[in-house]
């Protein structure tokens, strides 16, 4: 059965076929290449007509039931009244089983697509799911990585204020035993006693911090504090090494850390180093 796509311009009135052999081939079906056609036969001077459009695939009157409504409403329903792969008009019944000779060729050429080319389909599917599987444990083993690089970072600086904090709280406590009975003393062992809290606190912060992501800076400060206040009682100073011992965090700068003041080296300077560990 031959078939062709014409517009609604193209459509002539049938003519009467006299009684012969050819009448009992089917007649040729109406078939509409863009939206615009069928939309072209829905106009108030031709919806009459699109009234009676039989169906292209069981050739009944399709669109009967539209006949007293109005072409606006019509119009705003045209996807469904055709088929825009075969460009046929379709009842109700077939809008959407029906014959289409586009969808049937598309069937076709899927069987007739090549064994190894489905091979090698399945094959390209298998290497993408890995390759994405790949990426996943690579976002994955760098988050981790990042996150432990991250914890190492805080441990090492909470260690690093834990172990000045240490030798700030034992010398403290060598110039308490040092100095004589009196209010100088009484002074003393109050710091030491503030430094050895201090001390335990910033250690605990080392293997199980309740900080997460810092310091335990008010600790810190504390500290800081009472080295200063110890420092002017005794005119002492702690030396590691020969160099007086900085308390100035190396990953701060200068300016976020001004509160800090250190009282300069005098002659009585004990050297950390060196120093005998208290009793």
Not at 97 to 106: I, Y
Request: charged share 30%; proline share 4%; glycine share 4%.
């Amino acid at each position: 059965m031959s078939e062709q796509v014409s517009s609604p311009s193209s459509e002539q009135a049938a003519s009467p076929v006299p009684a012969t052999a050819e009448s009992s081939q089917p007649s040729k079906v109406q078939r509409y290449a863009t939206e615009a056609d069928v939309l072209a036969l829905m106009t108030n001077d031709k919806f009459k007509k699109f009234c009676k459009k039989k169906c292209g695939e069981c050739g009944c009157v399709a669109f009967k039931r539209f006949a007293k409504m109005s072409p606006l409403v019509v119009r705003a329903r045209v996807g469904s009244l055709w088929c825009q792969k075969c460009g046929r008009l379709l009842c109700e019944a077939h809008r959407n089983q029906h014959s289409c000779e586009m969808e049937m060729q598309e069937l076709e050429r899927r069987r007739r697509v090549d064994v190894d080319a489905i091979r090698e389909g399945i094959k390209r599917q298998e290497e993408e799911k890995e390759q994405r599987a790949a990426d996943a444990d690579a976002l994955k083993r760098a988050e981790a990585g990042a996150k432990a690089a991250r914890y190492r970072m805080w441990k090492d600086r909470r260690r690093h204020v834990a172990g000045i904090s240490s030798s700030v709280a034992s010398m403290v406590q060598r110039w308490s035993v040092q100095a004589e009975a009196g209010r100088k003393r009484d002074r003393l062992l109050d710091i030491y006693t503030s430094c050895n809290r201090i001390n335990l606190r910033l250690w605990n912060e080392v293997s199980q911090p309740e900080i997460l992501s810092d310091i335990d800076m008010d600790a810190w400060k504390r500290l800081c504090r009472n080295y200063a206040d110890a420092c002017a009682l005794t005119g002492m100073v702690i030396l590691v090494e020969g160099v007086e011992l900085d308390l100035r965090l190396p990953w701060l700068r200068d300016e976020d850390q001004d509160w800090l003041d250190a009282p300069p080296p005098d002659a009585n300077e004990v050297d950390l180093s060196t120093a005998d560990p208290p009793s």
